[in-house]
């Protein structure tokens, strides 16, 4: 039996206006190269100059994940050739990092909950980009020298699942301190995914696979299980140490596979060295009181909606994966509605009718509407089939809640005088199903029933239907 090793580093970006270490704008779409500067087109004899907002957000995350805050850090200068790094090296921190020793909760869909380490949280630049164009790459610097954040977890996910949740768990907060966009697709938010596998019981660390730059939790998921697999393999058939090296690998979509990029024969040498051109990086009494006043989190926000809103742990911690869904439901909930009608109406019935790309923020129904649908269907003005209809409605056509009920005709009839009449009109057109019933076949019930939603199209109030086809029949 095998149990698997997962370890991961992750780059958030940063979401300052400028750069780290010049005042170019850090922000996305401009014209190629517009947004450099000498600094960070590393001209000769220009100097960074450290942007002071990367150390308070830095500081707000390590203070999330209940980390040790090193009041005074350092840079280190890491040196590769590479065309989308015009100095030929990276400022980073390798010695004494912003951010060490920080912890995770991740909650699975039983209730249960595990910690997972955080190694350490370190600033440092980004590098531009390469544009393949056909037979020519181009470089684009307006991303070089922008913040990141890199995350390094320790080696503690044991599957696929652990490593999705703490991902999930991950962005989440950063997205909540509001500290980065931490958009996977547009590269805010990069995973590189450590994988190794060891005889269940053995405590020592295997020989580890880095997979690089995955950008969805599917695809990172995906990778995890072919390189598992790879790994297992290679094991039962005799050949692990030959075929398993320490190596970066790439996940190769298409393929569905992992395919190696660079082994450790090819792995540079960085030359670290302590930064000559910038002094430490120094936490100064006012801005930790600052940093650390972080916004309430996930977990804490969780807590809160079990308390005040009586739901369950997994409702809650879906409710509060994301901040833009927990905000939604807060302001559902201010129409003094159930918060388990809430949920579903949120995560599934509006969730469900969210096409490309649309999200909660950008959905035609906001939360006050979803929140006065619910509340129609609780004073029983609708059903909830009903419901069903008027939101189809309202994510179509921009009208009130009221308003769509009252046009579509789905007003719910509690008059028992109109639903008797249909009653009366059901029963006089299957009376030998009435005979049936009465002679004991008990199961017809339901049939009555049926038949006169279906008459009433739907908006008879189904507990008045029930009583009169009781008295009816009885
Ligand atoms: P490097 O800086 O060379 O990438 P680190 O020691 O900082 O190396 O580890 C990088 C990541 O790899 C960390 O997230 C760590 O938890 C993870 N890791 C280390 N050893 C293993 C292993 N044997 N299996 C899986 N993950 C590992
Ligand atoms: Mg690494
Ligand atoms: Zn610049």
């Not at 015009?86 to 991740?106: C, D, N």
Request: proline share 3%; glycine share 6%.
């Amino acid at each position: 039996m095998f149990e698997i090793v997962i370890g991961l580093e992750v780059h958030v970006q940063l979401n300052t206006k400028t750069k780290l270490f010049c005042s170019c704008p850090t922000s996305f779409n401009h014209k190629q190269n517009t947004n450099t500067c000498p600094t960070c087109l590393a001209l000769p004899g220009a100097l960074p100059v450290f942007n002071k907002e990367v150390l308070k957000k830095a500081v707000m995350f390590g203070t999330a994940i209940d980390a040790t805050i090193n009041r005074t850090s350092y840079f280190d200068r890491k040196s590769y050739f590479y065309p989308d790094s015009p100095s030929a090296y990276q400022i980073t921190q390798l010695y004494t990092p912003i951010v060490e020793h920080g912890k995770l909760e991740i909650d699975f869909e039983d209730g249960s909950k595990k910690i997972i380490g955080i190694n350490r949280a370190h600033i440092e630049a980004d590098a531009g980009k390469n544009i393949h164009d056909g037979d020519i790459s181009k470089v684009d610097l307006n991303r070089a020298g922008t913040p990141l954040l890199e995350i390094v977890s320790e080696p503690d996910m044991r599957s696929a699942e652990e490593a999705i949740l703490y991902l999930k768990k991950l962005h989440s907060i950063v997205r909540y301190l509001d500290i980065s966009d931490a958009n996977m697709q547009e590269g805010s938010f990069r995973v590189d995914v450590n994988v190794s596998i060891r005889p269940k019981g053995d405590e020592n660390l295997y020989t580890r696979v880095e997979i690089k730059n995955i950008n969805s939790f599917r695809f990172i998921q995906r990778a995890i299980e072919l390189e598992v697999a790879r790994q297992k393999e290679a094991w039962e058939d005799g050949v692990y140490d030959q075929e398993i090296v320490q190596e970066t690998r790439l996940f190769d979509q298409a393929k569905q596979e992992t395919r190696s990029m660079r082994g450790k024969e090819e792995a540079a040498d960085y030359r670290y060295f302590p930064e000559p051109d910038l002094l430490k990086a120094v936490v100064t009494d006012e801005m930790y009181v600052q940093a650390t006043q972080i916004p309430e989190l996930p977990d804490e926000k969780k807590e809160r909606f079990v308390k005040d809103f009586g739901m369950n742990e997994y409702n809650a911690s879906v409710i509060t994966s994301t901040l833009e869904m927990a905000k939604f439901f807060e302001e559902m909930m201010d129409e003094g509605i159930s918060a388990k009608n809430a949920v579903t109406w949120l995560t599934v019935e509006l969730q469900g009718r969210l096409k490309g790309g649309m999200s909660v923020e950008t959905s035609p129904v906001d939360a006050k509407k979803l929140g006065m649908l619910v509340k129609r269907i609780e004073d029983n003005t609708i059903s909830g089939k009903a419901a069903k209809e008027v939101l189809d409605y309202l994510m179509e056509n921009e009208s009130g809640v009221d308003d769509a009920i009252d046009k579509l005709g789905l007003k719910q009839v509690s008059d028992t005088g109109a639903i008797e009449a249909i009653i009366d009109e059901i029963l006089a057109a299957n009376q030998d199903k009435v005979a049936e019933y009465k002679s004991g076949k008990d199961k017809l019930f339901g049939f009555f029933v049926g038949q006169t939603m279906k008459a009433s199209k739907g908006s008879a109030n189904p507990q008045a239907v029930n009583d009169i086809l009781k008295a009816k029949l009885s």
